[in-house]
């Protein structure tokens, strides 16, 4: 018994926390593209990770991931994104695969195509937005200035 | 064979007894080899592919970031397997290739797991741990896709293998580590603003993966790549893939 070998449980028990510690510092450590503040971006501007601007960008936008426009940041260009999180200005078309949300200080003039959307009581918003999942006859709502929605959220039927 | 090349500053006496307590573990696992100190006007690319022409196999680093950067930027073509000891004070590329500073790092090189690195490329050179150019008004074309400016003068770094660390404001007492060496070269811009009437201020910095970089300026910039400075008009940045061949540790972080 003294001279018994250690049992391999052990060792393998050891070694899967280090794994998962190294897969998730990995996904912690991923780099995402950031706009400072008062950096101007002009161009095809993409991205293979999640992209967060702060300054000023023109001409377009692409990610698969997420795009995060902070308050005061703007966007002249055209965003196709997989999801986004809008406060600042956009002023451009807006294709985005999955969810947007327009947060209260958000301003976007453009036509927005999106799975799911959510807007913040305070957003501004002038254009067409587009949904999947309604009728030929009712393809899309054509909206004008939205002042101050009183419920948070836009809801369809699915 | 084994080929050590030692730093200069590693002649100080509070490095002796590190020095000798390497060569002793080096001995134990039979991997003591040759060794050369690097001097100031030594050219370590001819050195190195002088003993490559002997039988060497593997070159080894003895010393820190500075070392690792001045020989590795100059000998990254060499056919051959590169080994890093990092031993005493600024070693941060250590802990990106899981190497431990001391004697731990005999242990690592022993086991001989090796990756291929990436390395920069600078207006033919290479580069391996970082490439800083100095704050002046620039323009850096990305990919040839986008371009970015700043309202006034900016500072780049490119960072490969040296992390780059940096500090939100005064009060931010995080200090804020970004590790590279994922496949992309990162450049961290850092805009200046001229916020009060004694000087400049730092702002936050942006932050863009990239695998090519074009950088010109109205006027000549300085620019430091691996310790080394010179002035330049435009620069052009480029990752080479796989250029490398690294003995690395288990806690690397990539």
Avoid at chain 2, 97 to 113: D, F, Y
Avoid at chain 2, 226 to 253: C, F, N
């Amino acid at each position: 018994m003294i001279f018994q070998r250690p049992a391999p449980k052990n060792i393998e028990e050891n070694n899967e926390p280090e794994v998962n510690e190294l897969s998730r510092q990995h996904v912690q450590d991923e780099v995402e593209t950031v706009v400072g503040p008062s950096v101007t971006v002009e161009g095809d501007f993409a991205s293979e990770g999640n992209i967060v601007v702060k300054g000023t960008v023109s001409g377009s936008v692409f990610t698969s991931k997420h795009l995060t426009v902070e308050m005061g940041a703007k966007i002249m260009a055209n965003v196709r994104a997989g999801s986004a999180t809008i406060a600042g200005e956009v002023k451009g078309n807006m294709k985005i695969k999955e969810s947007l949300e327009l947060v209260s200080t958000s301003r976007v003039v453009g036509d927005i195509d999106v799975k799911n959307l959510k807007i913040e009581s305070g957003a501004l918003l002038y254009g067409k937005i587009t949904m999947p999942g309604i009728e030929s006859g009712e393809k899309s709502v054509k909206t004008k200035l939205f002042k101050k929605t009183e419920d948070a959220g836009v809801q369809f039927a699915s | 064979m084994y080929v050590y090349i030692y730093d200069n500053f590693l002649r100080q006496k509070n490095f002796l007894s590190t020095i000798h307590s390497m060569e002793v573990v080096l001995t134990d696992y039979g991997i003591a080899g040759k060794i050369l100190r690097l001097q100031n006007y030594t050219d370590s690319k001819a050195v190195i592919e002088d003993e490559i022409k002997r039988g060497a196999k593997t070159i080894v680093i003895v010393g820190n970031d500075a070392t690792f950067g001045q020989i590795l930027s100059r000998s990254a073509t060499c056919d051959c397997t590169f080994g890093f000891l990092p031993v005493g004070p600024n070693n941060t590329i250590a802990e990106v290739l899981g190497i431990p500073v001391g004697i731990e790092a005999c242990t690592v090189l022993s086991r001989r797991r090796k990756e291929f690195l990436d390395v920069g490329w600078m207006n033919n050179r290479y580069f391996v741990s970082q490439l800083r150019v100095m704050p002046a008004k620039l323009e850096v074309i990305y990919d040839e896709r986008f371009k970015v400016t700043a309202a006034d003068k900016m500072e780049v770094i490119v960072c490969n293998l040296q992390p780059f660390f940096w500090k939100k404001d005064k009060k931010d007492t995080e200090q804020r580590v970004v590790h590279p060496q994922d496949g992309k070269l990162e450049a961290f811009i850092r805009p200046l603003t001229k916020s009060s009437w004694w000087g400049y201020k730092y702002e936050e910095p942006s932050i863009f993966p990239f695998e090519e970089m074009i950088i010109t300026g109205k006027e000549a910039f300085a620019v430091e790549a691996d310790g080394k400075l010179s002035k330049e008009v435009k620069v052009k940045i480029k990752l080479a893939h796989s250029k490398v061949e690294m003995i690395v540790g288990r806690d690397r972080k990539f």
